[in-house]
């Protein structure tokens, strides 16, 4: 009687957590299936490095190396921003602030990361973008220079949190070791603690990377939407996330372009896994090599 | 030996070096040396809390002074002074004096980061870096301005071999200090301990984490070191106490209780409180 009630219970917490890798091989399926018909159509080297994206145009053309180059070219930008500035708060968090700055600084950052990425487009359309208009004397402020610097800034309070962690996790008897043997605080800082948290510091820029390319909306409003390959930072462009998310609407279901635009989603899920995978290896051997796991 | 008052000729402090005491314990056994540490009156506090009571110790020159008593007693704290490892606790506050070779390492004009290459320090666990074996031993004459490939590898060479681990290590120099075996990266923290040259070593709990082999060479290593350095050891362990020390300080509640040459202290000891607690009655 209780048995068939534990099993029954064990059964449902087994099924939601099957659930999440029943939706995962679902999802994987689905982009497979969608995407590999591109193929029948144009040669993978003519869609990943062809240089002219109109796929309404007679005859059509699915050429997606002006959005992979623009997703590369603003990932770039935002790694430029949220590394030095993620990496940076997070040494100042960690080893400069006193309790009572860290006390008011770390919830600031939680909160910067959990504002919607609407309001980072809002903010860099409305301010970023007149400002980048008038700094640079640029006939329009939506460029890849706007979004990459809106990606940067969205990205940094994630590197920033992991980063901390990271540096959190270095033992205290670290520290002493160094001290002990009297290296000063900047040393201490600069032989022992970054190398140390090192690896969990790339994995922190791993997951801020992949936050940057894989993020929509941001770059759909600031990015300038031109499929055109960039020659300069002011060019406006158009990110694969972009180009999915404006033009899923008015693609024919089952049609060639449907199709191209599941092939560029494909393209971007397997590079994220990539980056999460890579990230997770990283601080798993990071956290093996601090002797914090076997 | 040079006097101390040629070796810091700026840095006599007003009151001159200490020396009415000296030669002396608190009990008045001489020891027949100027001592090279010692504390004068020393109350600590963490924040509110006192943890040193009044504590006056010497540590004779190229001698082994253990530091024995049950835990939370201010072992820790106690030795953790002599090298100023306590300014990094934050709220925590030191009154009386410290002085090395007749100096107070707590004046103004000592820097801390100076001292600990004079005074240093063995922990209670093993802290090798996540570095080689060679990186380990190398770290503390590089960060004081050793630069030459050569002298590097030399000091390194002789650090290690002088921590009885060289011919257990000569071969893996390049991997990594966290495969070493728990006793061996207790001989590698000192043999990085003994790179930096001090004059000094002090052992908290060396062995606390070892097993009795390892524990046994560690010891053995204490005794070969203990002519050419001054040491102090905190252990827990009474027979550790009688095997590598010249002489033994009972702590209790953050006060010393009794101090002298360690055979007399095991044999004879003069407080009720220190019988007790050698005999195994508490603590
Ligand atoms: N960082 C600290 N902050 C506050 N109290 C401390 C700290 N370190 C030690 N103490 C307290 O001081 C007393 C002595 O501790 P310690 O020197 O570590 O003892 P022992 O090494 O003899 O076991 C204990 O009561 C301990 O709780
Ligand atoms: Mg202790």
């Known amino acids: ?67 992979i180059a623009a997703s590369a070219w603003v990932t770039g930008i935002a790694l430029v921003i949220c590394v030095p500035l993620g990496v940076g708060s997070a040494l100042y968090l960690h080893e400069l602030a006193g309790p009572r ?39 329009i402020g939506l460029c890849a220079l706007t979004a990459g610097v809106i990606l940067g800034v969205m990205a ?71 499929a055109v390959v960039p020659s300069s930072v ?19 279901v089952g049609g060639e372009h449907y199709h191209a635009l599941f092939a560029i989603a494909l393209a971007l899920f397997l590079v994220t896994f990539v980056f999460n995978i890579a990230a997770e290896l990283i601080s798993r051997r990071y956290r093996l090599k601090l002797g914090l796991a076997r | 030996m040079l006097s101390t008052a040629i070796e810091n000729p700026e840095a006599r402090p007003p009151s001159g070096p200490v020396t009415v005491n000296a030669g002396s314990t608190a009990e008045g056994e001489t020891t027949g040396f100027e001592p090279k540490m ?10 509110p809390k006192r943890a040193l009571k009044d504590i006056s110790l010497d540590l004779p020159p190229r001698m082994v002074t253990a530091i024995i008593g049950p835990s939370g007693c201010g072992k820790s704290t106690f030795i953790r002074l002599l090298n ?14 410290i002085l090395l070779d007749g100096f107070d390492i707590n004046r103004p004009a000592c820097d801390a980061a100076d001292l600990r290459k004079r005074v240093g320090m063995v922990f209670q666990k093993p ?18 301005g050793l630069r030459d490939r050569l002298a590097l590898e030399e000091r390194v060479e002789n650090s290690l071999r002088r921590a009885a681990l060289w011919d257990e290590v000569k071969d893996r120099l390049r991997e990594s200090a966290l495969g070493l075996s728990g006793g061996q990266q207790q ?58 020390s010249d002489r033994t300080a009972f702590f209790l509640m953050g006060e010393i209780i009794e101090v002298g040459p360690t055979g007399r202290i095991f044999k004879a000891p003069r407080d009720r409180r220190t019988e007790d607690y050698i005999t195994g009655r508490f603590g």
């Open chain 1, 234 to 252: 002011f060019d406006p462009v158009r990110p694969m996330t972009a180009a999915i998310a404006a033009e899923m609407g008015e693609a024919a």
């Open chain 1, 1 to 67: 009687m209780n048995t068939t009630k534990e099993k029954l219970i064990k059964l449902l917490f087994a099924a939601a957590a099957f659930s999440s890798l029943a939706l995962l091989a679902g999802i994987i399926i689905v982009l497979f299936r969608e995407a590999l018909p591109v193929f029948s159509f144009v040669s993978p080297l003519a869609f990943l490095g062809g240089e002219s994206w109109y796929p309404t145009a007679e005859p059509p053309e699915f050429g997606v190396w002006p959005l």
């Open chain 1, 101 to 139: 700055q860290r006390a008011a600084l770390k919830p600031v950052i939680e909160v910067l990361a959990s504002i919607p990425s609407i309001i980072y487009g809002f903010f860099g359309m409305t301010v970023m973008a007149p400002f980048m208009q008038e700094a640079f004397g640029l006939p």
């Open chain 1, 156 to 226: 940094t309070p994630t590197v920033a949190s992991i980063a901390e962690d990271a540096l959190g996790y270095v033992p205290r008897s670290f520290r002493e070791a160094s001290f002990a043997l009297g290296a000063n605080r900047w040393e201490t800082l600069v032989k022992v603690i970054v190398p140390a948290a090192g690896s969990g510091i790339s994995t922190a820029v791993i997951l801020g990377m992949s936050r940057a390319i894989g993020e929509t909306m941001t770059v759909l409003m600031v990015a300038g939407g031109a």
């Open chain 2, 187 to 244: 001989r590698l923290c000192i043999a990085r301990c003994l790179a930096v040259e001090p004059e000094v070593l002090l052992f908290d709990e060396p062995c606390a984490s070892l097993d009795p082999i390892s524990t046994a060479k560690i010891e053995e290593l204490i005794l070969d070191l203990r002519r050419q350095y001054t040491i102090a050891i905190v252990t827990h362990n009474m027979q550790q106490a009688a095997r590598v």
């Open chain 2, 38 to 47: 010692s504390a004068r009156g020393v109350n600590f506090y963490y924040g």
């Open chain 2, 84 to 97: 100023r490892m306590n300014d990094l606790v934050p709220d925590a506050r030191l009154e009386g004096e």
């Open chain 2, 127 to 144: 802290n090798p870096f996540p570095k080689t074996i060679f990186e380990n031993v190398a770290y503390g004459p590089e960060v004081n």
